[in-house]
């Protein structure tokens, strides 16, 4: 998917950039963010298309990833078309600075011990496109202030065609995730015999209105309770009418895996790599020097570039949590969905935000733990 054809031609845009510099001169390259604030780093009015974001956060606060969140509102809506914690929102899960390298997003890590957070790098490379306006907001949900350091690049249209589609991305969490009973649904029967012919239990991923695509996800999975965390299978349903945010219509739906780390795109369990489209660049703990990584709090991704997923009107995504969902009580699971849509978006797309102490990861996760042989 990279070519570089496009550098061999007279481009239709102007480069602007909006960064954090020294406006004086000197080598004071931050913004300051005073606690519990909210800060606009980028707005602009007309067309264009937002290419790179870089930050680093200078801050005494441990858990700064999960405290402050990134805002994104397009072209005038009230709402914000992205909505994450800012450590999630650049594929870094349960608060953790770690190398991270994709299709859309880089992470590099300073690794000073004395450094609240490690010192990280994080980028995005996803294209932002815009057709009147963009507003980017950074929100700061702690009790210490932050030193900002950023860029923001983007590309200055004259115009862009009226039915392009702008980036949204959404961040839930179930702690833990669960599985309740329904009395008297014969699904719910077969699921506890290990048989899932429904997603209505599963683990949400993505339920969106409008005409878009699919762009992908990142998860942070706490394995609170040992064992293998995955064989969790992916579900789409596209464009049924029937769909809706808790269930995706009649079965089967237009896309089926056949487990977790199938979606993720590994085998046999997880390893640790990170790759252009889908890798688990983070674990917490190995399975007993083999490659499951098993145990513990992980961070895995995909991105579906090289395979997009259209929909027209509706889509609704979601994952088993275990084979038909038999671990329920379980685990601590979050996650970030990427898609492109025309505005306007739906409210169902964006769970509330839960108060930022509700968004911390959980202490030591290496709990439960046994040997168990996978074939």
Known sequence: MFNMDHLTQPLPFKAKRKSSYDVTGGNGDAIGIAPQSTKVIFETEGAGVVRHIWMAVATEETYYLRRNLIRMYWDGEETPSVECPVGDFFCLGHCESYEHSSACFSTSVNNDPARIGQGVALNCWIPMPFKKSARIEFVSEQDHGISLYYYVDWSEYESLPEDTFTLHASWRRE??????????????????????????????????????????????VDNRAGDWWGEGDD???????????????????DLHGTGSED???????????????????????????RAHNCNGKVAVYRFHIADPIPFENK??????????????????????????????????????????????????????????EYM
């Not at 993720?264 to 997880?270: L, N």
């Not at 009580?329 to 969905?337: G, N, Q």
């Open 235 to 253: 579900m789409f349903f596209i464009d049924r009418p029937e769909g809706n945010l808790d269930c995706g219509g009649a079965w089967p739906p």
């Open 175 to 220: 702690n833990p995730v669960t599985t309740p009973k329904v009395e008297g649904d014969p699904l719910y029967d077969e699921m506890l015999h290990g048989r899932n012919l429904t997603d209505k239990y599963n683990y949400r991923l993505l339920y969106a209105e409008g005409r878009g695509n699919f762009l992908g996800v990142n998860m942070s």
């Open 263 to 289: 979606y993720f795109c590994h085998a046999w369990g997880m390893q640790k790599t990170h790759n252009l489209y889908c890798g688990e660049p983070w674990c917490e703990d190995h399975f007993f020097g």
């Open 315 to 372: 889509i609704r995504v979601s994952i088993e949590h275990g084979h038909a969902n038999d671990r329920s009580e379980c685990d601590d699971v979050a996650s970030t969905v990427y898609w492109y849509q025309q505005e306007p978006h739906s409210p169902l797309s964006f769970d509330p935000m839960p108060p930022s102490d509700e968004r911390l990861p959980q202490g030591p996760s290496k709990v439960g733990r046994r040997l168990v």
